[in-house]
């Protein structure tokens, strides 16, 4: 037998996958195939091994084989023997394994930046872990049997009702269950559209954007089109023959404006009048600070617009669930896209947002983030006035990012000043479109709810700290080194 599957019925002793290959009698096979196993970390120190009689009908040898071959190890010291609790792996084997083990080649984990200003997180310190704790806990004790089997491709009907709730009274979607579809986020909600063949390109999308969702785009053959943005969002009057276009209407994505309402009711025209479909990345839309919240464009005419969201920037990208709003005529192909069975997003994860949502603790985690972005967001600006005051702001009425406007020609210096001095960042060069012709904005996008509470006061002076001095026209160089 080659390979065999160890179960030791009685219930003692581990679970083992051993290969008895080879060269050698079945006993050295097995004395090797053990030590390979506690050498290579798959036994840990303590493993209690099966009894000699039931590792020997599994694998088809004689029971004195076995014996043999557990008596061999725990003459090496791989494993011990007592009288009355059978054969453990010892736990001196840890040294043994360290002592012959190969070099190590991998080298070890970078440390991160000491001040990370980069967009894309939310504050991690700030994960609601005992109200989840509580959510998954009467999710998990709540749960039919029928939960345990394979899931829905559309997602978990109680978190279909859930969001279609949600989503009508925090973000005017006007929607219904059997029209969500729950995914991993948005960039998979992406590739099922795409990757999967539901819509074709051409795509257009903003001239400013995520650089990872474009490959993802391109990876699919997709061509994206590049409309170019103004203070008031897209200029969606560019739109011609695309098929579809993919806009972050409620805070532009990374410059900042809402899509002008004009723009948003121009949108949706263009698709009815040619067929086309708008695609709404809903990424942000939870944190608004100066006027009252920007509403779905999906509310203006839900058969032409899909709108996707997550809890990426309002719970945690870990979580990885997302929910994509779909016109009627969609819902089909995307599950057919998704398969049979859900394969992306837990079902016991589904049923806790579920829960978190529906008792209230999605909206008391949503006020009480959005309060302490804030005053982050206040805190920069304030800061900036006081040791910048040449450096203009924007894009600060929402989101978890500001963009810090700089003088033509500074960005790349700023960026790798700031690298320099262990401020994480990213410039707007990062999310340009490559086939864009708009002139190019400069300035640095500034995260700011990536720290932990504790660390941002710091983390904003070591920002200020590395800003250009004001540009004059003799003056060209910022004052950092590269
Ligand atoms: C522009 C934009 N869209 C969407 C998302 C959400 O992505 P996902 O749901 O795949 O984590 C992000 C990041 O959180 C983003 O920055």
């Not at 404006?257 to 723009?263: A, I, V, W």
């Not at 948003?264 to 608004?288: C, K, M, N, Q, S």
């Not at 394969?343 to 985690?365: E, N």
């Not at 864009?436 to 509470?453: C, F, I, K, N, S």
Request: net charge positive; glycine share 10%.
């Amino acid at each position: 037998m080659d390979e065999s599957r160890v179960n030791s019925a009685e219930g003692i002793g581990a679970d083992l996958h051993l290969e008895l290959s080879g060269p050698g009698s079945g006993r050295a096979a097995l004395i090797r195939a053990l030590r390979d196993a506690v050498r290579g970390g798959r036994l840990a120190p303590g493993t209690r091994l099966p009894p000699y009689r039931s590792l020997a009908a599994d694998l088809g040898v004689a029971r004195n084989t076995v014996a043999d071959a557990y008596a061999e190890l725990v003459a090496e010291g791989w494993l011990t023997a007592r009288q009355g609790s059978g054969t453990s792996v010892a736990e001196r084997a840890e040294a043994l394994r360290h002592a012959v083990r190969a070099p190590r080649t991998t080298p070890p984990r970078a440390r991160g930046p000491r001040h990370d200003l980069r967009q894309g997180t939310p504050d991690a310190s700030a994960f609601p872990r005992s109200a989840w704790l509580t959510s998954y806990r009467r999710a998990l004790q709540q749960a039919p049997n029928e939960v345990f089997g394979p899931g829905d491709p559309a997602g978990r009907v109680e978190l279909r009702e859930a969001l279609t709730e949600y989503l009508a009274r925090a973000r005017g979607v006007l929607t219904e269950p059997g029209r969500i579809v729950v995914c991993s986020g948005f960039a998979h909600a992406l590739r099922l559209l795409f990757a999967g063949g539901v819509l074709r390109g051409p795509l257009a999308v903003e001239a400013y954007g995520l650089g990872f969702h474009r490959e993802l785009l391109r990876a699919a053959g997709v061509r994206t089109v590049p409309l170019p943005l103004d203070e008031h969002g897209a200029r969606v009057d560019r739109l011609g023959h695309e098929r579809a276009v993919l806009l972050t209407p409620a805070h532009q994505f990374p410059t900042g404006g809402p899509l002008d309402p004009g723009r948003r009711a121009a949108v949706v025209d263009w698709a009815r009048a040619r067929g086309a479909v708008v695609l709404e990345d809903d990424y942000d839309g939870e944190f608004r600070y100066d006027r009252k919240p920007v509403g779905a464009v999906q509310g203006l005419d839900p058969e032409r617009v899909i709108f996707m969201g997550s809890v990426s920037k309002s719970l945690s990208p870990a979580v990885r669930l997302g929910w994509m709003v779909l016109p009627e005529r969609y819902v089909e192909g995307v599950l057919a896209v998704k398969g049979e069975r859900e394969a992306w997003a837990s079902v016991l994860d589904q049923l806790s947002l579920a829960d978190f949502i529906s008792c209230g603790s999605y909206d008391r985690h949503v006020r009480r983030m959005r309060q302490r972005y804030r005053s982050r967001r206040n805190r920069l600006v304030a800061a900036l006035a006081t040791h910048a005051p040449h450096v203009e702001v924007t894009g600060v009425a929402a989101g978890l990012h500001a963009v810090l406007r700089l003088p033509p020609g500074t960005e790349r210096s700023a960026v790798k000043a700031a690298a320099w001095q262990g401020v994480a960042l990213d410039g707007l060069a990062e999310f340009r479109h490559p086939d864009t012709d708009m002139p190019a904005d400069e300035g640095l996008v500034v995260g700011y709810a990536t720290p932990p509470e504790h660390a941002y006061g710091a983390a904003l002076d070591a920002l200020c700290a590395v800003l250009p001095p004001q540009v004059t026209a003799c003056d060209p160089q910022p004052r950092n080194p590269e």
